[in-house]
């Protein structure tokens, strides 16, 4: 029998794993130049925490994988990285705020697959716990833009709305209050099914034509982020949840200036977001080369759900970055010049009369620091020499009886099909 990985997951072999962990290292150093740490959690969690009302909701309850274990205990694998940190605080409210921290892992939704989109994938977070002012949301969005920009992303912005907004819309439309979060579902899957999917799902939800037309021309409404936010004054101020939602965008735009991303912002009222635990201000970063990629990071505020999982009433704000899909991007646009491997030296034997020679030298090499390999299948030296290349590594180091005798070593550069002899003791010095 031949065995597949399942259905909507994948095997990362090393070329994979090497650009995988360079862009994490890049976003972990940025991480942690803001002060933020490192933490993890398990990888499931209670069926009870995943599917609480308010946390994720019921747009992710149905793709959450369910399972329970030999007790008979509900258990889920976690859909995201910011509810199991939502229950770490609530647990934990000795933990001095600002409380930030950054995590890397896999999260897993049964949802459809497709060319970018798996169900088991990697997420990255940075979260700020504790703090209720717009500097906090600034400085993570100044993150992002940082990061992108340090991996080799020109062309994106930052989209930005706020759920107070959103919910103060609703009430200048008149709409019921219990249709909120079936709005909210139907304006977040604008970009991918268009207007008139939309549409019939407001239909569907209860609101009126006239209702939905007037919805529409508040969402969109278009322009520079001040000329935006104006309109929406016009529109709001008779609201006070939106009026405040406005006030809270202002201040991030404002405050924005100091990081120096203010002409990424974009501010579109049709961003909703689709998880149910955003509160406030939230925000999708978005690529505008034209190739249609789409988000690249997304996140927000999350006010209440600590609350909801029986901690203190904490503000808390974040983003997750869609590691893979910018991995894609990166590979399309020719954005990652990496290498096959991290060996560096391979050392070839002419003949097995040289082979404890050999391991001598490699050991020689991995205690000053270079990694490499040694013939381990009996290979000719011909044969090694095409296995190292299919590896991409970049040095052999070959190793004869007559090198023996000389003390000396034949160091052949694989790219520049090169080779010069080397003494013993000079093969660190000459392959650094």
Known sequence: MKFQSPRGTRDFLPEEMIRLEYVMNVLKKIFEKYGFENFETPAFENFELLAAKGGGG????????????????????????????????????????????????????YEEIRKDRFREFWQCDIDTVGSSNMDADT?????????????????????????????????????????????????????????????????????????IDQLFRLIKLEGSPEDVLKKGEKILNETIIGSEGLKELNEIVNFSESYGFTDKIVI????????????????????????????????????????????????????????ERIIEVMKEEKMLDLPKTRVKVFVANVNEDVKKETVKIAKKLRKDGISCQVDLMNRNLTKQ????????????????????KNKSVVVRDMRKKKESEVKIEKITKALK
């Open 385 to 404: 020499l095409e296995f190292a290349n299919s590896l991409g590594i970049p040095y052999v180091v070959i190793i004869g009886p007559k090198e023996l």
């Open 268 to 323: 579109d009222f049709s961003l909703a977001r689709g998880l149910d635990y955003y509160t406030g201000p939230i925000f999708e970063v978005i690529d505008t080369s034209g190739k249609n990629i789409g988000s690249l990071a997304g996140g927000g505020r999350y006010d209440k759900l600590i609350e909801i999982f029986g901690g203190r009433s904490t503000p808390a704000t974040g983003i997750s970055f869609g590691i």
């Open 58 to 109: 019921d747009a992710i309850k149905d793709q959450i994988y369910y399972f329970k274990d030999k007790s008979d205990r509900e258990l889920g694998l976690r859909f995201d990285l910011t509810v199991p940190l939502a229950r770490v605080v609530a647990n934990n409210p000795q933990l001095p705020k600002a409380f930030k921290r950054y995590c890397i892992g896999r999260v897993w939704r």
């Open 139 to 211: 400085e993570i969005l100044a993150i992002v833009v940082e990061s992108l920009e340090a991996l080799g992303f020109k062309k994106f912005c930052v989209k930005l709305n706020n759920r107070k907004i959103l919910a103060g819309l609703i009430e200048v439309i008149k709409a019921s209050e219990e249709k909120r979060f079936d709005v909210f579902r139907a304006i977040d899957k604008l970009d991918k099914f268009g207007e008139d999917t939309v549409k019939t799902e407001l239909e569907n939800a209860g609101l009126s034509k006239n209702q």
